[in-house]
Structures are given as C-alpha cells and as structure tokens.
C-alpha cells in the first residue's frame, strides 16, 4: 500500500512516546483478461486502482531509536470502470485496521530523520465494499465476481519500510 500511495508522514515527538498522522494516494495499472458472453471471446483489459492511506500513529520508544509503531488505519481502495463480462461497476473497498511493528529511527544533528520499519503488521477490524453498477445488464455471478474482487484483500502488512525525512 505505501509502495503506491506513498504517503506524508507527521511527527511530533514527546518524549518516549511519538505521535503523528501519515497520509496518501496513489494510482496503479494492471490488465487483466475478460470474457464477454455475447461474443464469446476474451481480451484484455487495463485497470486504474486507486489507493488512499489515513492514519493516526504512535511510537513508544524503547532505548536510544528501538521503537514499537502503533496506529489506527483507514485505507481505500477503488476500481474505477472495472469490468467483468461486459458489465462495467465501480468497486470501492475500505479497510479499518489496527497496525503494530517494530522499528528503529535516528535523528542527526543538521535536522535529517532516518526510520525503518522492520515488521509492521494489522489486524482488520472493519471492511466494507460498495459496488455500484454504471453499464451492462448485472447478472448474479457478474455481481458476485465484483464482490469477490474487493473482498480479496486482507489487512496490510510490510517489513523494510523506511521513511526519510527533515524534522526542525
């Protein structure tokens, strides 16, 4: 997720502890092969997915730049135009998620930041999908594959995240 919606980090430290939001968007392409049933034929598509990251997010530091990142994690997810046997919807897919790691981060004297993430994982608490039909005649199964669609993504994880920075 961070990869494509690269998101704006904030922090303000307090001490041990550290405080902040972390937001983004971002767009990535893919094509794909889609059947249609009235011509009996396949041919690929391109698909737009739209990615957008809101956090809030904490840091306990434990020694000198050991740290353990918490948050609370809104991401977005849309399929504009998407299209499965001539019916074309538009899926849109949210996730509300618990996130947890462990990191280090560094600071120097002339103002740089260094972080990174070793493991940073979430639990899901809340998902939900909207599928809005815009073309074509819906069908059970074409509505079922774009439910399916947006509900194959599970809670967000990574490891190696590194954040660059400034801090004054």
Wanted: hydrophobic share 30%.
């Amino acid at each position: 997720m961070y990869k494509i919606s690269s998101p704006l980090v904030l922090e303000f430290p307090q001490g041990v502890w550290t405080f902040g939001l972390t937001f983004g968007s971002g767009k990535y392409n893919y094509s794909y092969s889609d059947y249609s049933p009235s011509t009996g034929t396949s041919s690929t598509k391109s698909q737009d997915i739209n990615f957008s990251t809101s956090e809030l997010t904490g840091r306990y530091y434990i020694g000198n730049s050991f740290n353990i990142p918490f948050g609370f994690a809104n991401y977005k997810i849309s399929y504009p135009d998407w299209v499965y046997s001539g019916v074309t919807y538009d899926v849109e897919y949210s996730i509300t998620q618990l996130n947890y790691g462990i990191g280090n981060e560094w600071t120097y004297d002339w103002g740089g930041y260094l972080g990174i993430d070793w493991y940073q994982g979430g639990i899901k608490l809340s998902d939900k999908a909207t599928i809005k039909l815009k073309t074509g005649t819906e069908t059970a199964t074409t509505l079922a594959k774009a439910t399916e669609t947006s509900t194959e993504i599970k809670a967000f994880s990574g490891s190696f995240l590194i954040t660059l920075g400034f801090g004054f």
